[in-house]
């Protein structure tokens, strides 16, 4: 009787697996959501053969909601000390909760690539800043990359030790981070982001002392859960004065990484000025021939040579090995200046405002020169620079605030009122 009941539910289960994949049409989870989409129905050809989504309302929203959030940013810290020198370690869980795959096609490969954009972004924003990678699987935790700043070899070393296997350990990770951040110097901003996909942590030992540790020593930890909210996440953010919070997706795991790329707002201890001794090393020549303080190896060709101590290092910025001068450039210096002083948030266009686009000085952006007037020769949603009274659209204003951090308007009259001045 047992086989034979045995028997029975295993027909009954084939014959509900058969019929779930009869309604499914046989495609996989990441396919039925195209499927169900239809995104392809929402194209539409313009009068150059490109093309280009019917609706444009919902990409509009999207837009201003972002710039509503940057704009919500700058003023809220806007008289905020920030630190510019950042030393970071990326956490990334590789356990066996890596491997699935309600992010498509696995979260291991979502992870790998938004980690990948966010390190040339924080690049971009944080030219004196340094990253290394951390990855934890088997219950171990493993330093993948020293602190440098090179996003290419970060790059290469993360694309080439993806896979997963085991549990994941936050205790381990942090014993590891913590043990590599307290050599940095006391002028140093430490971080710690980790990119966390399991639901629970098999720890060696009690994690609360190790948080307690990574909050005296004033390392700031945040963590991103691409599952549910885990407690011992919560407390280790809100402890060390970080952020957590959960992507829901794709789209949302990538905008919440981002969010860590610009600099934080700096710790009460460490928002003391102080005076860094700094170098800025001569670039060798093409054939030259030395030894590599970096790598130990002997390179010809590209390299910078130490002011004081007249090693040679690969890359900028960095420390040097020898002697220990933080070593930089100039354009790294320019590109953080942004920072201190961001530029200031464009304001919606009012209704007499939106009146006066008709006329023709004022109907196209000034930055990409595109017209303002949406269909029906109606005005569109734009913005306008506070100085220099300048309209943009909102692709115009997140551009300028997001990369170019300065507004082509105000630049235009600066270079401008030198040559009204001469001729007057």
């Known amino acids: 009787m047992k086989n034979s009941e045995r028997s029975r539910l295993n027909g009954e289960a084939e014959e509900e697996d058969d019929e779930e994949e009869n309604l499914n049409g046989g495609l996989e989870a990441w396919e039925r959501s195209y499927a169900d989409d239809r995104s392809w129905e929402a194209l539409q050809e313009d009068e150059s053969g490109f093309?280009?989504?019917?609706?444009?309302?919902?990409?509009?929203?999207?837009?201003?909601?972002?710039?509503?959030?940057?704009?919500?940013?700058?003023?809220?810290?806007?008289?905020?000390?920030?630190?510019?020198?950042?030393?970071?370690?990326?956490?990334?869980?590789?356990?066996?909760?890596?491997?699935?795959?309600?992010?498509?096609?696995?979260?291991?490969?979502?992870?790998?690539?938004?980690?990948?954009?966010?390190?040339?972004?924080?690049?971009?924003?944080?030219?004196?800043?340094?990253?290394?990678?951390?990855?934890?699987?088997?219950?171990?935790?493993?330093?993948?990359?020293?602190?440098?700043?090179?996003?290419?070899?970060?790059?290469?070393?993360?694309?080439?030790?993806?896979?997963?296997?085991?549990?994941?350990?936050?205790?381990?990770?942090?014993?590891?981070?913590?043990?590599?951040?307290?050599?940095?110097?006391?002028?140093?901003?430490?971080?710690?982001?980790?990119?966390?996909?399991?639901?629970?942590?098999?720890?060696?030992?009690?994690?609360?002392e190790t948080i307690q540790k990574c909050k005296e020593s004033k390392i700031r930890c945040s963590v991103i859960g691409l599952s549910a909210e885990m407690f011992i996440c919560k407390h280790l953010c809100q402890e060390t004065g970080g952020t957590y919070s959960v992507a829901l997706d794709e789209s949302h795991s990538k905008e919440l990484i981002l969010e860590h790329a610009p600099p934080p707002p700096a710790i009460a201890e460490f928002a003391i000025a102080s005076l860094i001794k700094m170098g800025f090393p001569q670039r060798a020549g093409e054939g030259s021939i030395s030894i590599c303080s970096c790598h130990k190896e002997v390179k010809v060709g590209v390299g910078y040579t130490c002011p004081r101590c007249k090693a040679r290092v690969c890359e900028l910025p960095t420390e040097c090995r020898i002697c220990g001068l933080q070593l930089v450039s100039s354009p790294h210096l320019a590109r953080s200046y942004h920072h201190l002083f961001p530029i200031a948030p464009f304001d919606e266009a009012t209704p007499s405002r939106l009146n006066d686009l008709h006329n023709i000085s004022r109907s196209t952006c000034f930055g990409c020169q595109q017209s303002l007037l949406a269909s029906g020769n109606k005005a569109g949603l734009c913005v306008a620079c506070p100085k220099c009274k300048k309209h943009f659209c909102l692709e115009c204003d997140i551009y300028i605030h997001e990369s170019l951090h300065n507004c082509p308007g105000c630049e235009s009259l600066r270079q401008s009122n030198p040559v009204v001045a001469n001729e007057g």
Request: glycine share 8%; aromatic share 6%.
């Open 51 to 208: 093309l280009r989504p019917i609706d444009n309302s919902a990409i509009y929203h999207a837009q201003y909601r972002r710039r509503l959030r940057g704009r919500s940013l700058t003023a809220a810290t806007a008289r905020i000390q920030k630190g510019l020198i950042r030393y970071l370690y990326i956490v990334i869980d590789l356990s066996r909760a890596a491997a699935e795959m309600d992010f498509r096609p696995s979260r291991m490969a979502v992870v790998a690539k938004q980690v990948e954009a966010f390190v040339r972004e924080f690049f971009y924003q944080n030219p004196l800043s340094q990253i290394g990678l951390v990855t934890v699987k088997d219950g171990v935790a493993n330093c993948l990359t020293d602190l440098g700043g090179s996003p290419e070899s970060h790059i290469k070393a993360l694309m080439g030790k993806l896979g997963c296997s085991g549990d994941s350990s936050i205790q381990n990770a942090l014993d590891l981070v913590h043990g590599l951040l307290n050599q940095i110097p006391s002028y140093g901003h430490r971080e710690v982001l980790i990119l966390y996909s399991a639901l629970s942590t098999c720890d060696p030992g009690d994690i609360m």
